[in-house]
T-cell receptor
Framework: QKEVEQDPGPLSVPEGAIVSLNCTYS??????FMWYRQYSRKGPELLMY????GNKEDGRFTAQVDKSSKYISLFIRDSQPSDSATYLC??????????FGPGTSLSVIP | DGGITQSPKYLFRKEGQNVTLSCEQN?????MYWYRQDPGQGLRLIYY???????QKGDIAEGYSVSREKKESFPLTVTSAQKNPTAFYLC????????????FGSGTRLTVV
């Protein structure tokens, strides 16, 4: 089993839709959870981060962590064409390097 | 503005040739990383360095070499021993105690011709 799994997509939604992106993981030692956004031919940029379980909201974006199920989610409300990108989840313990998911490709159609 | 600069943006390599990708940061970060990104495979760690004059192999180090002579610089050499070097290469860094991930450069696209 891979340490982090993520549906690669591609995911195509109409503008204004609610998008749900998800990752599952196997290592219960992960404590720090991040989402990166990567536009085509660019480096990833940190979008949101959370520590341990719970929700965190930032504008149209909500990050959710369920450590009991080893499941993390990113919700995008009122999706825009500018949200079209690849979204990578990333996780780390307190003592090791970041582990990245393979990414989900999202297209928001006007 | 602080950040990571990767150059060149595009690089073409002939068979059997070594090429060096540049990565420079002015964030005063101790740790630096090189990743390779292929479609559908996510980010794979090639090499990382947590301090000057020291570096460790990542998951796919074969055919690559690095040096860390200065805190700001972490160049990656793709040698002729790397049989499938065509990929997008990303350099990243983070500071001590920064648990929430890395700062990335804009990447170098390497193509074998």
């Amino acid at each position: 089993q891979k340490e982090v799994e993520q549906d690669p997509g591609p995911l195509s939604v109409p503008e204004g839709a609610i998008v749900s992106l998800n990752c599952t993981y196997s290592n219960s030692a992960f404590q720090y959870f991040m989402w990166y956004r990567q536009y085509s031919r660019k480096g990833p940029e940190l979008l949101m981060y959370t520590y341990s379980s719970g929700n965190k909201e930032d504008g149209r974006f909500t990050a959710q962590v369920d450590k009991s199920s080893k499941y993390i989610s990113l919700f995008i409300r009122d999706s825009q064409p500018s949200d079209s990108a690849t979204y990578l989840c990333a996780l780390r313990t307190s003592y090791d390097k970041v582990i990245f998911g393979p990414g989900t490709s999202l297209s928001v159609i006007p | 503005d602080g950040g990571i600069t990767q150059s060149p943006k595009y690089l073409f390599r002939k068979e059997g040739q070594n090429v060096t990708l540049s990565c420079e940061q002015n964030l005063n970060h101790d740790a630096m990383y090189w990743y390779r990104q292929d479609p559908g495979q996510g980010l794979r760690l090639i090499y990382y360095s947590q301090i000057v004059n020291d570096f460790q192999k990542g998951d796919i180090a074969e055919g690559y070499s690095v040096s860390r002579e200065k805190k700001e610089s972490f160049p990656l050499t793709v040698t002729s021993a790397q049989k499938n070097p065509t990929a997008f290469y990303l350099c990243a860094s983070n500071g001590q105690g920064e648990y929430y991930g890395y700062t990335f450069g804009s990447g170098t696209r390497l193509t074998v011709v």
